[in-house]
């Protein structure tokens, strides 16, 4: 059982499914590389399953269970690298455990690219042609870039699940005041996080948790013209939790000259004069948790 599957916590009524941003990367693959077929599938306790298709014309192929060395996927998922066969039926490189279905959809060149987190392949994403030869460079490059996304989005769902399961445990065990603290912290970290990665959807998930965060501890709705821009919010998180603008800048990847200028904004438009004031009215005007 992995990680995902050990128990259900508030992290997972946040969390997105990971099989939703698989299913977007296959059709990114189809789309950008015009490759006909595309399938993959999530790791679970060393077993991948195939669920998701693009271009198939059977279901032979669907909730297949690959255990781990089986098969073209199952070698790529153990040694956590690309993988191709460029003739399926007559390859000697893998195990034929499933030729039936794979050769009923009429596959022959295949390349498997592994979803690599933390040194352990979280899932596995095919592409294919009904003939034989190889599938090319563009594909390849198309299907590597695809799982370096996936994995970094991967990478970021678990830290800020990690963050908010620490959160739940030091609920259990500590007054409101120390929880209030603590998602004070996590709400600077995924601020941090979200300036990390350069895709915009990702980010937005981040910006979105972020938010809900500072919902969950506005006592009441507040009527307010005052607004922060998502820089203003990022840097305002980070002084809040006692850091200098050296050291803002750093976690946010700025100047510090330019942490400067977004805290001078912050202070006029909430009317305040020194970092302390402004991140109190902040938090009175519900712009910050």
Known sequence: MNRRESHVSRSDLLRPR?????????????????????FGGEVSAHTLRLSEFHGTRTRGL????????SGLGGRVMDQCTPAAVSDYGSSRYITHDYDRPVLSEGLRSILAVPVVVGGASRAVMYAAVRER????????????????????????????DRRVDM??????????????????????????LSTSTTEAAVREKLTLLSDRITDALRAAPIDTDVTLTARESDVLAQIALGCTNA?????????????KSYLRTVMTKTGTRTRHEAVVAARKLGLLP
Do not use: C, N, W, Y
């Open 18 to 38: 990971d099989s939703d941003a698989l299913r977007s990367e296959l059709r990114r693959i189809a789309a950008v590389s015009g490759v006909p077929v595309v």
């Open 62 to 69: 669907d909730g297949l269970l690959i255990p781990s060395r």
């Open 133 to 160: 030869g190889p599938l090319g460079d563009r594909v390849a490059d198309t299907m590597v870039q695809a799982s370096k996304r996936l994995s970094q989005e991967f990478a970021i769902r678990d830290e800020v």
């Open 167 to 192: 959160l739940e445990a030091h609920s259990q065990s500590a007054g409101s005041t120390v929880a209030t603290e603590i998602l004070r912290e996590l709400h600077a970290e995924l601020r941090t």
């Open 247 to 259: 050291q803002a800048a750093e976690r946010l990847s700025l100047r510090p000259e330019t942490v």
